[in-house]
């Protein structure tokens, strides 16, 4: 069996500049690495997203691995200190896009997928999704998989997600759910006039103001079981009105909120419609409101799959990890429609940031972690 340098691989996949949508190769170098393992890899290319579903064995239980090879843009170039696609090593540390985020996690559990069936620890099935429509609008990519292979009756039976979860120090948070998302784009139509003869005018802003004020007043819990309380935020208020005579036609706005399993997008959108509703009453003009749901909450219970987790990164880094599920949102939030899924990966201090990076030992480790993650979950569930 093919013994596999997690560092090294994790060079590789920074040399291909994936920012999303593109795939710029990384996921071939993926894609080799498993079949040199004996894994049957299959592409599921959606709209031009390049994805891919590899298994190794046929029975069960089949514990999945997902992660993505699309990395965000590098922002201003000239305040990297190096290339940002050289994947140079300086003083132990790999510097490159992607290095935390989360490159080097893919690289770590194929390193320890290697490990695991060389010492025959695989007592089922072992497999890997990874899309490149992570970092993006996640429409073609984990998403439409999941919906594919729950069509076709894949089974999973239980889910990793390597996203950099540590908070401090490597090992010392695994996130076992995540709050969801919903964006509401709102929109006021009054009727244009001058601002002298205001009966002549039906004016948007007072009835956007009226609206955002009862969304905002509203608390919309203290909490719930593992969770902190939902929150939303109005993320923008637009009017395009340069005149100061001028009453305004349109008033727009923008808001976010990440909730708890308190509530579902469905319940929430739902309220944001009778605000709106309320707020246009005997308005001589329009007030409509979209929602889009980027997520549901969910919660993957403790219990035997995340003790073998958090005894893993324990075992090797020496720290018990938080059980926590805070942050924002991840594929986790789509991989849920088929099994129980954790999160668990290198710290995320540098991601999306300047001079990303993740040091060399800390990706031995990590490829440790998931070495005895693997070995410990199919001597419970084998």
Partial sequence: MTMIDPVRLTQELIRRPSVTPADAGAMD???????????????????????????????????????????????????????????????????????SDMKSAIAAFVAAAAGALTAGEVRGSLSLLITGDEEGHAIHGTREVVEALAAEGEAISHCVVGEPTSSALLGDMIKIGRRGSLNAYLTVEGVQGHSAYPQRAANPIPVMIRLLAALQDRRL???????????????????????????????KARLNIRFNPAHTGKSLAEWIAAEAAKAGEGFAGKVTARVEISGEAFLTEPGPFVNIVAEAAEAVAGRRP??????????????????????????????????????????RQLTEIYRRLIRRYFETFS
């Fill in 29 to 99: 170098v993926v894609q080799q690495a498993l079949a040199g393992l004996g894994f049957a890899c299959r592409r599921m290319p959606f709209d031009g997203i390049e994805n891919l579903y590899a298994r190794h064995g046929l029975q069960g239980p089949n514990l999945c691995f997902a992660g993505h090879t699309d990395v965000v843009p590098v922002g201003e170039r000239a305040a990297w200190s190096v290339d940002p696609f050289e994947a140079r090593i300086e003083d132990g540390v790999l510097i490159g896009r992607g290095a």
């Fill in 221 to 251: 819990d203290d909490g719930y079981a593992e969770f902190q309380p939902s929150n939303l935020q109005v993320t923008t208020i637009d009017v395009g009105n340069p005149a100061t005579n001028v009453i305004p036609k349109t008033a």
């Fill in 322 to 363: 938080e059980l926590s599920t805070t942050g924002g949102t991840s594929d986790a939030r789509f991989i849920r429609a088929l099994c129980p899924v954790v999160e668990l990966g290198l710290v995320g201090a540098t991601m999306h940031a300047v001079d990303e990076r993740a040091p060399i030992a800390e990706i």
